[in-house]
């Protein structure tokens, strides 16, 4: 089985960066996923992890280390519409669907 | 457009009442698979499917069951709901095809069975 773990909530002010972390316990790594959820919509996709490093795309960047099972999604110049459920999951063991995490509610306020 | 369809967005029944959530992906995609979502517990998966008649049991496949007759398709059926069964619904397709390996979520089906 995969154990993901990452905070419940997050509160951040607007224009500044928070860090979303997200740890996991698994065997046969292939590759860890970010996704954004507003309540009551569908994620989307934001990155996927397969190596270790940084992965920038625009105000959001995505690190990965797989020796210490650890990633975090970085978000920059928060605007108010960033608030929202990031969710972390795991590809592993040759699956091709990945599991979640509980998800991390970022608030951002004024 | 690209895109996961599920049908119906909203469905309020009847404890025991035989119910069918639709799926359906435009992307040719070989994997899907369905999730629930509940406060607390995060996206939790039911089934999956890696192509045409091959399923497979998820982390929580009780009470449910799947087909996968056709590509692009992949209803989940509730034979007899029950309350647990009250949750938001999401259906999930990707591919294997290159190094982007995202999944593509459809709008979810919010489930009240009482």
């Known amino acids: 089985g995969q154990n993901i773990d990452q905070p419940t909530e997050m509160t951040a002010t607007e224009g500044a960066i928070v860090q979303i972390n997200c740890t996991y316990q698994?065997?046969?790594?292939?590759?860890l996923f970010w996704y954004q959820q507003h309540a009551g919509e569908a994620p989307t996709f934001l990155s996927y992890?397969?190596?270790?490093g940084l992965e920038e795309k625009g105000r959001f960047s995505s690190f990965l280390s797989r020796s210490k099972g650890y990633s975090y999604l970085l978000l920059k110049e928060l605007q108010m519409k960033d608030s929202a459920s990031y969710l972390c999951?795991?590809?592993?063991?040759?699956?091709?669907?990945?599991?979640f995490g509980r998800g991390t509610s970022l608030i951002v306020h004024p | 457009e690209a895109q996961v369809t599920q049908n119906p967005r909203y469905l309020i029944t009847v404890t025991g009442k035989k119910l069918t959530v639709t799926c359906s992906q435009n992307m040719n995609h070989e994997y899907m698979s369905w999730y629930r979502q509940d406060p607390g517990l995060g996206l939790r998966q039911i089934y999956y499917?890696?192509?045409?008649?091959?399923?497979d049991k998820g982390d929580v496949p009780e009470g449910y069951k799947v087909s996968r007759k056709e590509k692009r398709n992949f209803p989940l059926i509730l034979e007899s709901p029950s309350p647990n069964q009250t949750s938001l619904y999401f259906c999930?397709?990707?591919?294997?095809?290159?190094?982007?390996?995202?999944?593509?979520f459809g709008q979810g089906t919010r489930l009240t069975v009482v």
């Open positions: 999930a397709s990707r591919t294997q095809t290159g190094g982007r390996t995202e999944a593509f």
């Open positions: 499917s890696m192509n045409v008649e091959v399923t």
């Open positions: 698994t065997s046969g790594f292939n590759g």
């Open positions: 999951a795991v590809r592993s063991g040759g699956s091709y669907i990945p599991t």
């Open positions: 992890n397969v190596l270790d």
